[in-house]
């Protein structure tokens, strides 16, 4: 890192009242914990016999299925203030503008350096452009001008059932709201579903991105965190052992055997889950591979049976999960942000570990709310400390006065969603680059996840799944009398959720990307730095002082060096895309795999290119049968890291695997590096140009360091991050996050 960058983050930090706060100045972790109120009295639906309830909430489950279609879970009630750590907020230049690509001039007050910027995708590279004259403005002029803005615009039309809570932030930000779209371009748009639920947004911010829904269905999901799980078992053992279904039937049904055969006292029980359900439908109990109910033909469902976490950490003698909100600000580079507050969602039945008896009983073993709030024994609550859902900082809270290390349990979470979201990545810039081809007008991207996660009794986190629509509904479903049901308002929701979506908005406000407001002044050639620019939101406008500080805590890029390391399949994925060719496509043809093997020279005398071609045929044809709903041929990411990893071991056979990708990784990357050099002396060509982007991200460096802006040392630094870590012991790791 250069004296002269550290030199003006410094400055910056000064300027901005935050010294001391930033990457690799480590700070205690904030654990969110909130004592118990002087509650309420608890509202309680009883007078229902629990036994014919698991009857008759299927009915009713039914008839409100269509109601809460997108609606998953809820509930919460906001603690005290925690104060937020490290939680900067980034500046980007919006992407219109960087599409067109226009220069960003920005002045850092105080620091006397001029920085000037292109940024590309999610507006997030930002690179130095010299000899560019700035006026300055001062801070007070800044905050004026601020002042005098013009408000941000939210387009809601699409917002389905977080409406609500989105109204409520919008009013809370001052900012101008859109009920029925605009015809002009908005700022912001908020959609209920997916990235398409509205086509043709060129610009602006949309919060969901494509491919999301998708990423994180129960296979894919559970497929993405396999392979790190390959490369990085000890890290990924927060997810349970699972198999895909039908296809991995014969696996299972062995492994299971051999467990039993090996000790007969085990008798261990799994989870089956349709692919793609929610809600806990479709989702039941099994001893053993007999008892899966497989449909044969046309009606074979594909699903996904899982290692059933059979000892979970209990309260009040009942099994909970955890709801906690992460929003992934951007993806290049990857900024993730943990909403301090969450959710957890009890079940209504005591737990007993399984036994043949209770496998149905699913007021005992599933916690998802949809189900239990149609048991007799659920307890609605507007006190965020008991009831049927809590806060997450009431129950760490609980935990903590029992003598638990809260702060650890806490690290680990980060550590967890940090982990999870390097898993899926590479596979979302698949879909966004086939949505959004660089060069084509499109919006960026945000999204707010529910992540929901179980205690083991030892505490040790597990991740169950990854909603990418979590509910954002600020109302509960009541029985005002015997089998009517109606939706009334949640203290508890409204506070966790609207503190959620309005703090994204916080951190989404395009305003926020020019912190300092500068103009070009002719003919100057002051020396420019690259700066990562962060700013407490409090900092940049008046309209925010009423507001509470931002329960979005940055865990990423804050804790890169920590994590880093594990970015190898996004390296993989960086060589897919750059061999994919048409902008749009998701899969890589026989040629373009060729072309990625020539160019990388990775044939030779024993492996020749009809091996190469007899591997894409045998890959390609195995992975279409494991996705036969996929429309377009050819080989999908997941398929090509199976081609790398293959070819990576026949090359290095020596190596473990770990070793064997990274060693392949640099050797692809050398060869691509050496081509661009070439090509860059020939000409610039815009697609290269993107190619080198997407690389620099996936080796995890914001070009922000003017020494890192050269692939070599890019390159080199990645590797050197992933060797750094072959020496730190996984506690060591874990001693990082907790500082
Ligand atoms: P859905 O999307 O249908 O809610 P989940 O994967 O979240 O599916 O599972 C539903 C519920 O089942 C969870 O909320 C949790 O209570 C329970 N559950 C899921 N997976 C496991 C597991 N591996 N071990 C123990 N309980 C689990």
Known sequence: MSDNYVKVQVELMKSLGEVGEKEGVDTEEQVPMSPPSADPPIITISGRDASNTSITCKQRGKSRGRLLK????????????????????????????????????????????????????????????????????????????????????????????????????????????????????????????????????????????????????????????????????????????SWILPEEYQQFSTQIRMVKEKDATLNPTFIVKPDGGSQGDGIYLIRDPSELKVMAGSQAKQFVVQEYIHKPLLIDKLKFDIRLYVLI??????????????????????????????????????????????????????????????????????????????????????????????????????????????????????QILGFDILLMKNLKPVLLEVNSNPSMRIEHEQEISPGVFEYVPSPVDEEVKVGVIRDT??????????????????GGTEHTEEIPMEAET????????????????????????????????????????????????????????????????LSNSNFTMASVD????????????????????GMG??????????????????????????????????QLEAQSSVEDRRSVSCSRMHTRAVKSQTLGHTTTNPQLSSPAPLRRAASQDYRLHQKLKPRALRANVEN
Not at 213 to 230: D, G, H, P, V, Y
């Open 505 to 522: 908005l916080r951190l989404m406000d395009p305003f926020l990307k020019k912190p300092s407001i500068s103009q070009p002044r002719s």
């Open 329 to 446: 600000k951007s993806m290049e580079p990857l900024e993730i942000y943990i909403a301090k507050e969450g959710l957890t969602r009890f079940c209504t039945e005591p737990y007993q570990e399984p036994s043949q008896k209770n496998l149905t009983h699913v007021f005992m073993h599933l916690t998802n709310y949809s189900l239990n709030v149609h048991s007799g024994n659920f307890v609605h609550s507007d006190s965020q400390n008991t009831g049927s859902k809590r806060t997450l900082s009431s129950v760490l809270y609980r935990l903590a006065a029992k003598g638990v290390d809260i702060k650890r349990v806490w690290s680990d979470i980060i550590a967890l969603v940090i982990k999870t979201v390097i898993a899926v990545v590479p596979e979302l810039k698949v879909y966004y680059q086939a949505d959004i081809p660089p060069g084509k007008p499109g919006p960026t991207c945000f």
């Open 614 to 633: 007899i591997l894409y045929i045998d890959i390609t044809r195995r992975w279409s049968g494991a996705a036969p709903d996929s429309r377009e041929a």
């Open 70 to 241: 997108d609606d998953k879970n809820s509930s919460g009630k906001n603690v005290p203030d925690l104060s937020l750590h490290g939680s900067g907020v980034s500046a980007h230049a919006g992407k219109n503008l960087n599409r067109l690509g226009q220069e960003r001039t920005l002045h850092m007050t105080g620091t006397g350096k001029i920085l000037q910027g292109k940024s590309e995708n999610n507006g997030n590279y930002v690179t130095n452009h010299p000899s560019q004259n700035i006026q300055e403005v001062s801070r007070e002029e800044a905050l004026k001008l601020a002042r005098k803005r013009r408000p941000v615009t939210v387009d809601t039309a699409k917002a389905k059932t977080s409406l609500e809570a989105l109204k409520i932030s919008i009013k809370q930000l001052k900012w101008k709201e859109f009920p029925l779209g605009r015809r002009a371009p908005c700022d912001i748009y908020w959609h209920g579903v997916s990235f398409h639920d509205n086509e043709n947004i060129v610009s602006g911010q949309v919060n969901k991105f494509p491919g999301m829904i998708e990423m994180l269905r129960k296979i894919n999901m559970s497929r993405a965190m396999r392979t790190m799980q390959e490369l990085f078992p000890d890290e990924y053992d927060f997810y349970p052992r």
């Open 538 to 601: 409090q900092d940049r406008s008046p309209d925010e002082g009423s507001l509470p500080s931002l329960c979005l805590k940055q865990v990423y890029p804050k804790y890169t060096k920590q994590f880093n390391y594990l970015r190898l399949v996004e390296r993989t994925a960086a060589l897919f895309i750059r061999f994919l060719g048409v902008k749009g496509n998701m899969r890589l043809g026989p040629t373009a795999f060729r072309t990625f093997i020539r160019t990388c020279k």
């Open 637 to 670: 990411l997941q398929a090509f890291v199976e081609a790398f990893f293959i070819l990576a071991g026949r090359r290095f056979k020596s190596l473990p695997l770990r070793e064997q990708i990274v060693t392949l990784l640099e050797l692809c990357e050398a």
